[in-house]
């Protein structure tokens, strides 16, 4: 089970999200130039943070509820909290990534309004940076 916390109260979310960008990212950085004498320079190093994490739900899995999709929209429109999100077994202090969307839930299921309940079913979509 993915889990998110945030100042005391754990979110469940299903473990069945996408990791969209697992194996897209280098905690190594690289910049090259040349020297006034024409020598190529060279200068790696690692990232201290900012890795992302892009969990997307699929439209036959890792739907939730309207009332999560609730409080997690209220977590995103805080600015610049940290949570703790448990991936793959390991805890990762992440923000959301409000740059590329943050925090985004679709309907699965079209109503009209005032048809809406608490258990209606959303499509997640979870854009975070690794801080």
């Not at 754990?10 to 897209?24: K, M, N, V």
């Not at 790696?44 to 997690?72: D, F, H």
Request: with cysteine.
């Amino acid at each position: 089970m993915i889990t998110l916390t945030y100042n005391g109260t754990t979110a469940h979310i299903s473990d069945r999200l996408d990791w969209q960008d697992e194996f897209s990212w280098s905690p190594v950085d690289q910049a090259t130039s040349y020297s006034t004498t024409g020598a190529l320079l060279v200068d790696v190093a690692l990232k201290q943070a900012g890795r992302p994490i892009t969990l997307m739900g699929t439209e036959t899995a890792a739907w939730i509820t309207r009332a999560l999709c609730s409080t997690l929209q209220a977590w995103a429109e805080l600015p610049g909290i940290q949570l703790t999100l448990m991936l793959r077994g390991q805890a990762r202090q992440v923000m959301f990534d409000h740059a590329k969307g943050g925090f985004t839930g679709q309907p699965v299921f079209k109503l009209q309004d005032g048809e809406e309940s608490p258990e209606q079913l959303y499509l997640p979509t979870f854009r975070f940076i690794e801080v």
